[in-house]
């Protein structure tokens, strides 16, 4: 199989290179920043999730804890046992939610990472072209 002529001079070769090696590099760029800016979008959100959290656990936990240890103390439990109990109801339900919102934060949930496999495929395209 033989390749067909090009009657391009170098510098125009040289020329269609460097505008295709920009016009790569201006796909990845904005690649890059639809993604990070994807990732940003899912941060915020987990940052909604703790400040939920942080709202919830101070708006419910008083009434929720009061509650809690008046039930206990009219069951018979020592008062003060009652409030130590439903302070560790209150505890768990806030570290729940602040773990939740956590989770969301993980730093390898917001890599760019179709931006990065893209980059990395880059190079083996532009070897392809050179051929």
Known sequence: MTMPADDRSFSDLVSDALAQVKALF????????LELSNKAVRASMA???????AVFGIATAV???ITIAALLTAAGV???????IATLV????????????????????????RTLRQVGKDPMAAKGQAR
């Not at 201006?26 to 920043?33: C, G, H, I, M, N």
């Not at 940052?47 to 959290?53: D, H, I, K, S, T």
């Not at 020592?78 to 130590?84: I, K, L, R």
């Open 90 to 113: 209150g505890a768990a339900a806030a570290g729940l939610l602040a773990w939740l919102g956590l989770q969301r934060l993980k730093a390898d949930t917001l890599v760019p990472e």
């Open 47 to 53: 940052v909604a999730f703790l400040a939920a959290a």
């Open 26 to 33: 201006r796909s990845e760029v904005q690649l890059a920043k």
């Open 78 to 84: 020592n008062a003060a046992a009652s409030s130590v």
């Open 63 to 65: 009434m929720l804890l």
